[in-house]
């Protein structure tokens, strides 16, 4: 099977009745996986941009996607530990300082609590983590020990969901903007510094596996750690629909204050 006859496919999974033959066809379906999967299409994420959400809803949803951001620096030093080359451990360190800062220069995370913040959430109950949802936690720490445990090449891959990331964060910024009267441009200015450092990150994990995956297997695991991600990032809004919209709150789980 080539790369076209997967258009339409709903059900994708990469086994060994699909062969892809050349970089050209690996990028193909790579973009396919996302066209398809991509958590730009869960029913969370269209109640959330259309001003659906009522701001305890909305909190709910900061809170938890701080421990995947707060996550993501720890995940990324486990992805350097993987490589003996320097070239692509010095490539890959940006990201790090992208998301900590540096010293005097602020970081990705400080602007997710400006977010938080914003939003009215007390800081120091997001950095304990201790009101984000099960379902949560684990599906990051799934995403850390994948890339611990796949070869440094399913490592890379599983960050490729980045490519399908500033259309949503476009989508984010016009839709949270113009629907709810709890949020300014200052607390999005996470998502419009991210507009800038996805597409190079992105770029650059795209351009790594199709250079270093030579054979149809490995063009097969590539595309298999995007799915696994796009799995990583849809359990977590299944998890928030379920607790936050339909109300099945888990014991323990933040509970938004009645407004
Ligand atoms: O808001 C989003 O939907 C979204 C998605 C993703 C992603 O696709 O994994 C990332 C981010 N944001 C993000 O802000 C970010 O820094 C980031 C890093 C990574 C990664 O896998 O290394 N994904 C993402």
Redesign the pocket.
Known sequence: MNAASLTGMTALSIGKDIRLNSAEELEATLRHIGATR???LHPF?KLLHGGKLNKGQVQAWALN?YY??ST?PI??AVVISRFRDRATRLEWRH?IE??DGDVGSEG?IERWLKLTEGLGLDTAYVESTEGILPATRFAVEA?VHYCREKSPLEAIA??L??L??PN??EE?IAGMLEHYDFVNPDIMS??KR?LA??PR?AGFALDYVKAHATTPEQRAQVCNALIF?TN??WVQLDALQHAYVEGHIPPGAFVPKAS
């Open positions: 991509y958590h730009s994420h996607r995947y951001q993501i995940k990324d990201r992208d998301h990705g995403y599983s960050s969901t980045e399908f990331a949503l964060h984010r996470y998502f991210r450092q996805a990150d991600k990583v990032l």
